[in-house]
């Protein structure tokens, strides 16, 4: 169920800057004595953990990062300045290790943690640095010492944020091809899907979630019948269920009402903290049905359904819907995350009084 997202990046810290070789020209002053300043330290390049990201989908469309490279000394005792380093934002668990010989090199493993993972370089002396009691006039200066570059592969073991729940050809492989980059295997056939299916949703710049799709639930699967039941135990840490509703099922003597309570039955019947999970209806395969019938049909699921929670209507073969449901779940997303990190509340008679010296 851990989906490993992996990417490969070029960073490049800065070089450092040349020293300079100068002598102080005043007037009347036959001998000015040198004055060139050192060269300025190349950028860094630093990784942080981010809470709020959890895939490197970023990284695959930005591969180089290169910091600045230092200023170069100049005279009056100049120095150069230092290059501007970079921070590049990545998700908490990620491990960096070279691309080349595959060594761990860092691990980041909680929230706000900075490690620096390539360093700039330091700048030169200018020929100041070389003036002595028997050296009064040095030429001498040193060039900047190269910034580190390294080439990196970042890989991430991250769980679902959303699962994807509903009977075999419910539809959803292909909503999750739809919205995401997963790209499984799709029949006309049911348990098309044999293993889960987990792709990465990308909303826009620094925004995205990870979606399951699950091989299909069938009546008894909390005893072991079909496969689902080999991957329940995985939807414990996601965030938010989406019931996929098959509502033009190839047989019509199937009644899509009673398939779906099916699927609620087991999962009751599986792990009450799953079935109390934030869940959400997701309606699929309406681009079957009439628009004239379409209304009357989803109102009539929902009522016998006796569903109060947010629906949606969509058709994951023509993308209908599709939008609106990203967006509602990433929203979501991002309102757990924030609540999560909110600081709790603690009981007044369980409060420390920080002013006693005991």
């Known amino acids: 169920m851990k989906f490993v997202d992996e990417a490969y990046i070029d960073i490049s810290a ?25 060269g300025g330290r190349g950028g860094h390049v630093f990784a942080v953990a981010d809470a709020n990201l959890n895939t490197l989908v970023d990284f695959r469309y930005a591969r180089s990062h290169d910091a600045k490279r ?53 700048g030169g002396f200018g020929n100041l640095r070389f003036k002595s009691a028997i050296n009064r006039a040095p030429r001498q200066k040193t060039p900047g010492w190269p910034g580190e570059k390294r080439n990196l592969k970042l890989e991430l073991k991250v769980l679902a944020d959303v699962g994807l729940l509903g009977m075999p050809n419910a539809g959803k492989s ?3 091809t739809a919205i995401s980059n997963a790209r499984p295997r799709i029949a006309d056939y049911p348990f098309t899907t044999l293993h889960p299916n987990l792709g990465v949703v990308r909303v826009g ?84 049905v009439d628009d004239d019938a379409r209304a009357a049909l989803v109102k ?22 599709c939008d609106a449901l990203v967006k509602a779940v990433f929203k979501h997303i991002q309102s757990q995350q924030v609540a999560e990190q909110a600081p709790v509340d603690v009981d007044p008679r369980f409060k420390v009084d920080e002013s006693d010296p005991l």
């Open 300 to 321: 009539d699921f929902v009522k016998r359904f006796k569903y109060k929670g947010p629906v949606f209507e969509i058709s994951a073969l023509t993308h209908e819907g």
């Open 70 to 122: 230092g200023q170069h000394g100049m005279g009056s005792d100049m120095f150069g300045a230092a290059g501007d380093d970079i921070t590049l934002k990545m998700p908490v668990g990620t491990i960096i290790s070279d691309a080349e010989t595959g060594e761990v090199l860092f691990e980041l493993l909680q929230p706000g943690d900075v490690i620096t993972i390539a360093k700039g370089g330091d």
């Open 174 to 176: 292909t909503l999750i």
């Open 205 to 288: 710049p620094e925004q995205s979630f990870v979606v399951a799709d699950l091989p299909g639930l069938i009546e008894g699967a909390s005893e072991g019948a079909g496969l689902g039941h080999l991957f329940l135990r995985h939807l414990q840490r996601t965030r938010l269920l989406l019931h996929v509703v098959d509502m033009s099922p190839f047989d019509e003597s199937v009644d899509p009402v009673v398939q779906a309570k099916a699927i609620v039955g087991e999962l009751k019947k599986y792990d009450k903290a799953l079935f109390d999970k934030p869940r959400w209806l997701v309606l699929n395969k309406l681009d079957t």
């Open 14 to 38: 800065g070089d450092g800057g040349n020293g300079c070789v100068s002598f102080r020209h005043e007037k009347y002053k036959e001998f000015g004595g040198p004055n060139g300043g050192d």
